[in-house]
């Protein structure tokens, strides 16, 4: 059985997309004959790099390499460019995705033609892709939804993204709110399934509690953005000094409200809160042997694999109720409405946490071990496989 998949897997920015996609490749990979990773991107040309950085002081983004190895895995680089005629057509709404297809028929159809069955990871436009090749080439194909692939899909793709996942062979959502949102487009449900992310728990062991009356440790993991709620973290972060007086707040992560976050902070000098940046993957672990409790307070959100693997630590997570952190959490009390009184609610939860006199991690550990085996997703995920090719 030879599967090719379209992916995001850009390995210079391994974040909660990219570590999810690999973990069910790796894990497939023993059980299929041959795997074909495609990761999907987009850079500039010359003359568009020169626009957006001289005038509109975006990021540039570059070519990279035709094929890179990650962990042994071999990854195809599929760019496409952002030229002068790409901004035209987006100017005059013309849209480009038959252009993307015609990007993996070029350069991919030696892949394609030896492949049982494509597999879409995101959904846009990923998905549309592996609509149109299926088509081409007379292969069944799936759809996995990570989150931003739904809940930020523009309206004028809802058209295209609904036709794509109707004629999936199954489309597999990362938490049923995901799939709850997915049907408020318009889709029917009747190839769905929901496939959470699971949680690597050798990797993430239980962390050793210390004293009750030592430095607690509050943190945030997650890319410094509205739709993660970053800018609610000065906020959230002085109730909890207001209440208790032996907290440091750490926050692990990049994005663009980095530089206002740090200024907001630095008014608030009675605070001990310091600036991780972006880590790697293998340092998460790490990372989250010194904290206490996570705080997660999405706009938006698929799954949320952090709150996985801190509670696989056996930390506790408490965070907002949207999208598919409920299910992740799945304590009612570590849960709060977003509101005009969510910093405090919040605050007030994690206060009681961290002066817990009982510790009981293990309750958060079972519900991950039982709940979020990579195994049995991924022996689930092949077993569709084989329903729909063999």
Same mark, same amino acid.
């Given at each position: 059985?030879?599967?090719?998949?379209?992916?995001?897997?850009?390995?210079?920015k391994?974040?909660?997309?990219?570590?999810?996609?690999?973990?069910?490749?790796k894990?497939?990979?023993?059980?299929?004959?041959?795997?074909?990773?495609?990761?999907?991107?987009?850079?500039?040309?010359?003359?568009?790099?020169?626009?957006?950085?001289?005038?509109?002081?975006?990021?540039?983004?570059?070519?990279?390499?035709?094929? &890179?190895?990650?962990?042994n895995?071999?990854?195809?680089?599929?760019?496409?460019?952002?030229?002068?005629?790409?901004?035209? @057509?987006?100017?005059?709404?013309?849209?480009?995705?038959?252009?993307? &297809?015609?990007?993996?028929?070029?350069?991919?159809?030696?892949?394609l033609? @030896?492949?049982?069955?494509?597999?879409?990871?995101?959904?846009?436009?990923?998905?549309?892709?592996?609509?149109?090749?299926?088509?081409?080439?007379?292969?069944?194909?799936?759809?996995?939804?990570?989150?931003?692939d739904?809940?930020?899909?523009?309206?004028? #793709?809802y058209?295209?993204? =609904?036709?794509?996942m109707?004629?999936? !062979?199954?489309c597999?959502?990362?938490s !049923?709110?995901?799939?709850k949102?997915?049907?408020?487009?318009?889709?029917?449900?009747?190839?769905?399934?929901?496939?959470?992310?699971?949680?690597?728990?050798?990797?993430?062991?239980?962390?050793?509690?210390?004293?009750?009356?030592?430095?607690?440790?509050?943190?945030?993991?997650?890319?410094?953005?509205?739709?993660?709620g970053?800018?609610?973290?000065?906020?959230?972060?002085?109730?909890?000094?207001?209440?208790?007086?032996?907290?440091?707040?750490?926050?692990?992560?990049?994005g663009?409200?980095?530089?206002?976050?740090?200024?907001?902070?630095?008014?608030? $000098?009675?605070?001990?809160?310091?600036?991780?940046?972006?880590?790697?993957?293998?340092?998460?672990?790490?990372?989250?042997?010194?904290?206490?409790v996570l705080?997660?307070?999405?706009?938006?959100?698929?799954?949320?694999?952090?709150?996985?693997?801190? #509670?696989?630590?056996?930390?506790? $997570?408490?965070?907002? @109720?949207?999208?598919?952190?409920?299910?992740?959490?799945?304590?009612?009390?570590?849960?709060?409405?977003?509101?005009?009184?969510?910093?405090?609610?919040?605050?007030?939860?994690?206060? !009681? =946490?961290?002066?817990?006199?009982?510790?009981?991690p293990?309750?958060?550990?079972?519900?991950?071990? @039982?709940?979020?085996?990579?195994?049995?997703? $991924?022996? !689930?995920?092949?077993? &569709?496989?084989?329903?729909?090719?063999?």
């Open positions: 059985m030879n599967i090719l998949y379209i992916t995001s897997m850009d390995t210079n391994k974040g909660g997309i990219f570590n999810a996609t690999y973990e069910r490749i894990r497939l990979e023993p059980k299929l004959d041959n795997v074909y990773v495609l990761n999907n991107y987009t850079y500039h040309s010359k003359l568009s790099a020169v626009i957006a950085g001289k005038l509109y002081k975006k990021k540039i983004l570059y070519k990279k390499k035709d094929k &890179v190895l990650f962990n895995l071999e990854i195809f680089n599929v760019g496409f460019k952002l030229d002068l005629f790409f901004y035209l @057509n987006r100017l005059f709404k013309k849209n480009h995705k038959e252009k993307l &297809v015609n990007l993996y028929k070029k350069h991919y159809s030696h892949l033609e @030896n492949s049982d069955a494509i597999h879409a990871h995101c959904g846009w436009p990923h998905g549309y892709i592996a609509y149109r090749l299926s088509q081409i080439y007379s292969i069944p194909f799936f759809i996995t939804f990570h989150g931003s739904i809940n930020n899909l523009a309206k004028d #793709n058209s295209s993204m =609904l036709v794509a109707e004629h999936a !062979e199954k597999f959502f990362v !049923e709110g995901l799939y949102n997915s049907q408020k487009l318009g889709y029917s449900g009747t190839n769905s399934k929901v496939s959470y992310n699971g949680v690597d728990t050798n990797k993430f062991k239980k962390k050793k509690y210390s004293n009750i009356n030592s430095t607690k440790v509050v943190s945030y993991i997650g890319s410094l953005e509205y739709k993660k970053a800018d609610l973290l000065p906020e959230i972060f002085e109730k909890i000094n207001n209440m208790h007086n032996n907290v440091q707040f750490i926050i692990v992560g990049d663009t409200l980095k530089h206002e976050l740090k200024c907001k902070f630095n008014k608030l $000098v009675d605070i001990d809160v310091s600036f991780s940046g972006q880590i790697q993957p293998d340092e998460v672990p790490i990372k989250m042997s010194e904290m206490d705080v997660v307070p999405s706009r938006r959100e698929g799954l949320g694999m952090v709150i996985l693997e801190a #509670n696989a630590c056996g930390i506790p $997570v408490v965070g907002s @109720n949207t999208g598919g952190i409920p299910e992740a959490i799945g304590i009612a009390e570590n849960i709060k409405d977003i509101s005009d009184s969510f910093c405090g609610e919040l605050a007030i939860r994690v206060v !009681e =946490l961290i002066t817990e006199k009982q510790k009981n293990c309750k958060y550990r079972e519900r991950i071990v @039982n709940q979020f085996n990579w195994d049995k997703i $991924v022996d !689930e995920e092949y077993r &569709v496989y084989k329903e729909t090719i063999l």
